[in-house]
């Protein structure tokens, strides 16, 4: 059974902007142990037979700017919650809400573990 609520418009936007913290920490936090993940694939699948591969302090640099950048867009994209909940939530349900975060939440979080993932990958089709 979903939980009702009365929230008007501004009280949805402001749910929705207090969870934008708990979103970038998340994002954040995921960069990271995806990059950890990153070299630790590298390092011991791709680099003993691809000798172009390297990671480098200006290499990390790069990268942890682009992720920033990607943080970024990716905030944007957080946005397009409000205006969903805002527009399909009809019964300004507090589940439909909090589905809509996490769903939003879990893909935004997973996407860097592609970085690694697609390593392990390239792995096992170029090398194995």
């Known amino acids: 059974m979903s939980s009702s609520s009365s929230l008007t418009e501004s009280q949805i936007r402001e749910w929705w902007n207090e969870k934008r913290y708990l979103y970038t920490l998340g994002l954040f936090i995921s960069g990271i142990i995806a990059f950890v993940l990153y070299v630790i694939v590298g390092v011991n699948l791709i680099m003993p037979y691809d000798e172009d591969f390297e990671i480098t302090l200006f290499t990390i640099f790069f990268q942890g700017i682009g992720y920033l950048v990607m943080i970024s867009f990716a905030n944007l994209f957080y946005s397009l919650g409000v ?42 089709l170029n090398y194995y």
């Open 83 to 124: 205006k969903h909940d805002l527009n399909y939530n009809k019964e300004n349900t507090d589940d439909f809400r909090k589905n809509l975060f996490n769903l939003g939440f879990w893909f935004s979080v997973s996407l860097p573990f592609l970085v690694p993932l697609m390593g392990v990958i390239s792995y096992f």
